[in-house]
């Protein structure tokens, strides 16, 4: 069983960072992607980045290179988005999510990863 809660959130202006982290509870995450997804209004969830938490592979959405970073401190059981150059497209619910999956390749798709957040809304300004 694993217990995600996100923060950072907020409202910002078109071009502002911001920095959502994403605290897990849990036995172990050893062998556990973590991954960020996000919910536009009157959108479907769309995948973000994942990173896996043991070794700190990392993977992205094309609109996310070069603007966004996920890392992970494994320290604290946190997994952090950093998010640069925010645009009025980047508002959404952001949502953390974990799942133990198989194999080498972070997936993309929501459905393999069992675990999930509550979402922390961003929303940014023009």
């Known amino acids: 069983q694993v217990q995600l809660g996100e923060s950072g959130g907020g409202l910002v202006q078109a071009g502002d960072s911001l920095t959502l982290s994403c605290e897990a509870s849990?036995?172990?995450?050893?062998?556990?992607?973590m991954g960020w997804f996000r919910q536009p209004p009157g959108k479907e969830r769309e995948f973000v980045a994942a990173?896996?938490?043991?070794?700190?592979?990392?993977r992205y959405a094309e609109f996310a290179e070069g603007r966004f970073t996920i890392s992970r401190d494994t320290k604290k059981n946190t997994v952090y988005l950093q998010m640069n150059n925010l645009k009025p497209d980047d508002t959404a619910v952001y949502y953390c999510?974990?799942?133990?999956?198989?194999?080498?390749?972070?997936?993309?798709?929501?459905?393999?990863?069992?675990?999930w957040g509550q979402g922390t809304q961003v929303t940014v300004s023009s």
């Open positions: 990173i896996w938490y043991s070794g700190g592979g990392t």
């Open positions: 849990a036995r172990t995450l050893i062998g556990y992607a």
């Open positions: 999510a974990s799942g133990n999956i198989p194999g080498l390749t972070l997936r993309t798709d929501a459905s393999d990863y069992l675990y």
